[in-house]
């Protein structure tokens, strides 16, 4: 396998618009830092408002997380929808779920409205679950669904598994629509020349070093603006102290030849494709891409944690070797490529949306996991700046406020170190954590 991110290799067979990077100081109505998920979805929310709106990426748009994502766009990311429903209670987790639904609505819909070329693909989603305990997570999450009010969502046991996907040791499954897949470099390098068609400046290979005021610094410019949301990954403390809240899951991807007829036949016998993973804590996930390759991807519940990045292939090797043991008659699979990601995450897997007191221009959004997630809280920051989103405010300021309830406090990372804080969060967030919520009244605004 080589390593190197798949998404790369896609974008070398197609054209998009050059953004050199910026070196001259400049001004504008509104600055947006970072060219994922978030920025970019913040970025559409100002076409033909009027604005005048500058983007910098201090990669390619989409170099970072975003792009090296396996494309999912579903609500489920960190946390299933049961989790949600011990931690916050029915209603609530009602309104949280919404968020990455909107997401995915408004994803989809700018996709097919822009004509974006980047392999969308209508993909229920299946959550596998492993042993005893994988039963009994399905079993929570048919009963969490059906007291939220969805209706679509179909369950299988061992045997009805069979007939939708070629795979043994699986305990059940609960499967439903509304999902999609796509290939998430190519979707935010469409919707870049979307933005530059529409006026606005884009500067690549940018990268902010300060933050002074009003005004971004980078190595050979500066950009002026009456508003700034910062939507990056890996903050730095030197920008904000809001990195303390910022915490690094890594995962590894691979992807396989294209399959054959026999292949897809047996991954997917009713013909059917869907995007899967599992109830273990550090899952393994897969689907198909638009010309029949295989994603498959996962970690270890070392090297998710870890500080840095690590690069061994290894870790991807023993996720294949898990896939096989799950699907021993695709064992020639050949997968030929292979790349590490670290995405950011907060203490309780759940987004940041803060705007500091001392800084009421500046929007930071972090922690995003999974392009829904990312979509609607770049959204929802932009929408806050045009004065559109007071709704939103007071549904989820509760949530994704920095000022929320946290079971552990980020000083404890001073003394056991941030990745030991996170492996302990993040299994206390998935599953035994129980939320305390604020009334309206007890809170400032905090967005």
Same mark, same amino acid.
């Given at each position: 396998? %080589?390593?190197?991110?798949?998404?790369?290799?896609?974008?070398?067979?197609?054209?998009?618009?050059?953004?050199?990077?910026?070196?001259?100081?400049?001004?504008?109505?509104?600055?947006? $830092?970072?060219?994922?998920?978030?920025?970019? *979805?913040?970025?559409?929310?100002?076409?033909?408002?009027?604005?005048?709106?500058?983007?910098?990426?201090?990669?390619?748009?989409?170099?970072?997380?975003?792009?090296?994502?396996?494309?999912?766009?579903?609500?489920?990311?960190?946390?299933?929808? #049961?989790?949600?429903?011990?931690?916050?209670?029915?209603?609530?987790?009602?309104? /949280?779920?919404?968020?990455?639904?909107?997401?995915?609505?408004?994803?989809?819909?700018? &996709?097919?409205?822009?004509?974006?070329?980047?392999?969308?693909?209508?993909?229920?989603?299946?959550?596998?679950?492993?042993?005893?305990?994988?039963? !009994?997570?399905?079993?929570?999450?048919?009963?969490?669904?059906?007291?939220?009010?969805?209706?679509?969502?179909?369950?299988?046991?061992?045997?009805?598994?069979?007939?939708?996907?070629?795979?043994?040791?699986?305990?059940?499954?609960?499967?439903?629509?509304?999902?999609?897949? &796509?290939?998430?470099?190519?979707?935010?390098?469409?919707?870049?020349?979307?933005?530059?068609?529409?006026?606005?400046?884009?500067? !690549?290979?940018?990268?902010?070093?300060?933050? !002074?005021? #009003?005004?971004?610094?980078?190595?050979?410019? *500066?950009?002026?603006?009456?508003?700034?949301? =910062?939507? %990056?990954?890996?903050?730095?403390?030197?920008?904000?102290?809001?990195? #303390?809240?910022?915490? #690094?899951?890594?995962?590894?991807?691979?992807?396989?030849?294209?399959?054959?007829?026999?292949?897809?036949? /047996?991954?997917?016998?009713?013909?059917?494709?869907?995007?899967?993973?599992?109830?273990?804590?550090?899952?393994?996930?897969?689907?198909?891409?638009?010309?029949?390759?295989?994603?498959?991807?996962?970690?270890?519940?070392?090297?998710?944690?870890?500080?840095?990045?690590?690069?061994?292939?290894?870790? &991807?090797?023993?996720?294949?070797?898990?896939?096989?043991?799950?699907?021993?008659?695709?064992?020639?699979?050949?997968?030929?490529?292979?790349?590490?990601?670290? &995405?950011?995450?907060?203490?309780?897997?759940?987004? %940041?949306?803060?705007?500091?007191?001392?800084?009421?221009?500046?929007?930071?959004?972090?922690?995003? $996991?999974? /392009?829904?997630?990312?979509?609607?809280?770049?959204?929802?920051?932009?929408?806050? =700046?045009?004065?559109?989103?007071?709704?939103?405010?007071?549904?989820?300021?509760?949530?994704?406020?920095?000022?929320?309830?946290?079971?552990?406090?980020? *000083?404890?990372?001073?003394?056991?170190?941030?990745?030991?804080?996170?492996?302990?969060?993040?299994?206390?967030?998935?599953?035994?954590?129980?939320?305390?919520?604020?009334?309206? !009244?007890?809170?400032?605004?905090?967005?």
């Amino acid at each position: 396998m %080589v390593n190197q991110n798949w998404w790369i290799t896609t974008l070398m067979i197609k054209e998009h618009k050059y953004c050199p990077p910026l070196t001259k100081a400049i001004k504008c109505d509104v600055l947006i $830092v970072g060219g994922g998920f978030s920025g970019v *979805s913040a970025a559409a929310e100002f076409l033909r408002k009027g604005l005048s709106v500058v983007l910098i990426e201090k990669n390619i748009i989409g170099g970072s997380s975003s792009g090296r994502s396996a494309g999912f766009l579903t609500p489920d990311s960190e946390l299933e929808l #049961h989790q949600l429903v011990r931690r916050y209670g029915t209603k609530a987790a009602a309104e /949280i779920w919404e968020a990455p639904c909107r997401g995915i609505d408004r994803i989809v819909s700018n &996709i097919r409205t822009h004509d974006i070329q980047c392999g969308l693909l209508q993909q229920d989603s299946l959550f596998l679950g492993l042993g005893a305990g994988g039963k !009994e997570a399905v079993a929570s999450e048919r009963e969490c669904r059906e007291s939220v009010g969805f209706t679509d969502q179909r369950t299988y046991d061992v045997n009805q598994l069979k007939g939708i996907l070629g795979a043994q040791g699986y305990t059940a499954g609960i499967r439903y629509g509304g999902t999609y897949g &796509i290939n998430p470099l190519m979707c935010l390098q469409g919707f870049k020349d979307l933005l530059v068609e529409n006026g606005m400046q884009v500067f !690549e290979s940018t990268e902010m070093e300060r933050l !002074e005021d #009003h005004t971004a610094h980078t190595h050979a410019g *500066s950009v002026t603006a009456e508003n700034i949301i =910062i939507a %990056v990954d890996k903050l730095s403390a030197s920008i904000s102290p809001l990195a #303390h809240e910022a915490f #690094h899951a890594q995962t590894f991807l691979s992807v396989t030849e294209p399959l054959t007829d026999r292949e897809l036949g /047996i991954l997917f016998p009713s013909g059917e494709q869907m995007q899967c993973w599992d109830s273990k804590l550090v899952y393994s996930y897969f689907r198909l891409t638009g010309d029949n390759r295989l994603l498959l991807g996962g970690g270890t519940p070392i090297t998710t944690f870890l500080k840095d990045a690590y690069n061994n292939p290894g870790v &991807i090797k023993r996720i294949i070797k898990d896939f096989r043991s799950h699907f021993p008659a695709l064992n020639d699979l050949s997968f030929i490529q292979f790349w590490p990601g670290q &995405i950011d995450v907060t203490r309780d897997l759940l987004p %940041v949306i803060a705007k500091p007191p001392e800084h009421p221009h500046v929007r930071f959004i972090l922690g995003c $996991v999974g /392009i829904p997630w990312a979509t609607f809280c770049g959204s929802f920051a932009a929408r806050s =700046i045009l004065g559109e989103a007071d709704e939103d405010y007071r549904k989820y300021f509760n949530y994704f406020s920095n000022r929320r309830h946290f079971t552990l406090p980020s *000083s404890l990372g001073k003394v056991i170190g941030k990745p030991a804080l996170f492996s302990l969060a993040n299994s206390w967030a998935k599953f035994y954590q129980v939320d305390k919520l604020r009334s309206h !009244e007890e809170t400032e605004k905090e967005f």
